[in-house]
């Protein structure tokens, strides 16, 4: 399979843990995204690298949320302490930048369930 | 700040009708506008991406158009069948400014094709 990959699918954990959650974008994409979608809502942007480079990020985006892209490829977002309101669908998507268009494709989510 | 509204929020009909999703936003100053379709618990499937200089776009069954000045499009999807219920999101991204990465999602519209 080719498309957008993440791990772990689905994580229970209980306020105030730490999660963390990968991404792995179709090879060769340089673009990857991060947005949060919560029941009955269109997904809301967190944040997106080029390459290595984090070029962009929502207010969203607190202190306890980081996300990291170390090599260009694969990607991690964290959160610290976690809160019953960052239970979500997290997506991750991927794009390249370059060719005729700009298509976004979006992985199968991780759906995080704070207790 | 963009807007995405979509109309209607839910749509139930029977197999074999013709229907007309629709999409407004509030800047027309775009780069592209995607529609994708999401089952429920599961990640984004790109349908159809129409640039800023395109009118339509057609793929299969569906059919998508835009106009960027009204701030507009619609996805019309011909000969509906069970297999197509699903929600259909759309999204717009910047042609300018500090948000040029990022997607805007509407809510979506929840179809519903009975037999």
């Known amino acids: 399979d080719t498309g957008v990959s993440q791990n772990p699918r689905h994580k229970i954990t209980k306020r105030g843990q730490n999660v963390t959650f990968r991404c792995d974008p179709i090879s060769e994409h340089n673009r990857l995204y991060w947005y949060r979608q919560t029941l009955g809502q269109g997904p809301e942007f967190l944040t997106y690298?080029?390459?290595?480079?984090?070029?962009?990020k929502s207010r969203l985006l607190s202190d306890r949320f980081s996300a990291e892209r170390p090599k260009g490829s694969f990607s991690t977002l964290e959160i610290q302490r976690t809160e019953q309101g960052d239970s979500a669908m997290y997506l991750c998507?991927?794009?390249?930048?370059?060719?005729?268009?700009?298509?976004?494709?979006f992985g199968p989510g991780t759906r995080l369930t704070v207790l | 700040k963009q807007e995405v509204t979509q109309i209607p929020a839910a749509l139930s009909v029977p197999e074999g009708e013709n229907l007309v999703l629709n999409c407004s936003f509030t800047d027309s100053a775009i780069y592209n506008l995607q529609w994708f379709r999401q089952d429920p618990g599961k990640g984004l499937t790109s349908l159809l991406l129409?640039?800023?200089?395109?009118r339509e776009q057609t793929s299969g069954r569906l059919n998508a158009s835009l106009d960027k000045s009204s701030g507009r499009s619609t996805l019309y999807i011909a000969a509906s069948q069970p297999g197509d219920s699903a929600t259909y999101l759309c999204a717009v991204r910047a042609a300018r400014g500090s948000t040029l990465g990022r997607l805007y999602f509407g809510r979506g519209t929840q179809l519903t094709v009975w037999p």
């Open positions: 690298f080029q390459n290595e480079a984090q070029l962009e």
């Open positions: 998507a991927s794009s390249f930048v370059g060719g005729s268009t700009d298509t976004q494709y």
């Open positions: 129409i640039q800023s200089s395109q």
